[in-house]
T-cell receptor, first 107, second 115 residues
Framework: GQNIDQPTEMTATEGAIVQINCTYQTSGFNGLFWYQQHAGEAPTFLSYNVLDGLEEKGRFSSFLSRSKGYSYLLLKELQMKDSASYLC????????FGTGTRLLVSP | DAGVIQSPRHEVTEMGQEVTLRCKPISGHNSLFWYRQTMMRGLELLIYFNNNVPIDDSGMPEDRFSAKMPNASFSTLKIQPSEPRDSAVYFCASQLQGEAKNIQYFGAGTRLSVL
């Protein structure tokens, strides 16, 4: 079976940096995704890692260590609009999602 | 592009009634996914299609749930009869199979309340 773990909730202040961790246990690894979901809206794609290392895209970066079953999403220069849930998911087409980390950014 | 289009956006029905949720994928995408999201269980894959053919329906809760994809531009998820525990947000997503990052694009969802 598959298991995805991530913290339920995190808080941070505007302008800060926050790291959201995700650990996974799978029988076979196919790729690690991060999605952002604002309250009442659809999930939207943020990043995809299939090889170890850091992928940077603007203020957001995602890291993967396949040997440790570990990923993190790094958000820099936090803005109020970054308040949302961040979903970690593993798979190829058949994605298994974590329950999400709700991030609250305060002024 | 208009993105993935789902209808209705909200559905309120009574226990025992049939519910049909509709999805139009992004034009040109050849994979379609149905998900259910609840506070308790998060986002769960129910079923997905490649080229209109169901590939994996292991996430479908029980026989009350069925999904069809009669053509490349339309899919339905039907619940018959509906029960209060089916209350959730149902998302449809589409994907261009073979694209490098395997990104799934989600519709706005249907919020279902079964009374």
């Amino acid at each position: 079976g598959q298991n995805i773990d991530q913290p339920t909730e995190m808080t941070a202040t505007e302008g800060a940096i926050v790291q959201i961790n995700c650990t996974y246990q799978t029988s076979g690894f196919n790729g690690l995704f991060w999605y952002q979901q604002h309250a009442g809206e659809a999930p939207t794609f943020l990043s995809y890692n299939v090889l170890d290392g850091l992928e940077e895209k603007g203020r957001f970066s995602s890291f993967l260590s396949r040997s440790k079953g570990y990923s993190y999403l790094l958000l820099k220069e936090l803005q109020m609009k970054d308040s949302a849930s961040y979903l970690c998911a593993e798979g190829f087409q058949k994605l298994v999602f974590g329950t999400g980390t709700r991030l609250l950014v305060s002024p | 592009d208009a993105g993935v289009i789902q209808s209705p956006r909200h559905e309120v029905t009574e226990m025992g009634q049939e519910v049909t949720l509709r999805c139009k994928p992004i034009s040109g995408h050849n994979s379609l996914f149905w998900y259910r999201q609840t506070m308790m269980r998060g986002l769960e894959l129910l079923i997905y299609f490649n080229n209109n053919v169901p590939i994996d329906d292991s996430g479908m809760p029980e026989d009350r749930f069925s999904a069809k994809m009669p053509n490349a531009s339309f899919s339905t998820l039907k619940i018959q009869p509906s029960e209060p525990r089916d209350s959730a947000v149902y998302f449809c997503a589409s994907q261009l199979q073979g694209e490098a990052k395997n990104i799934q694009y989600f519709g706005a969802g249907t919020r279902l309340s079964v009374l």
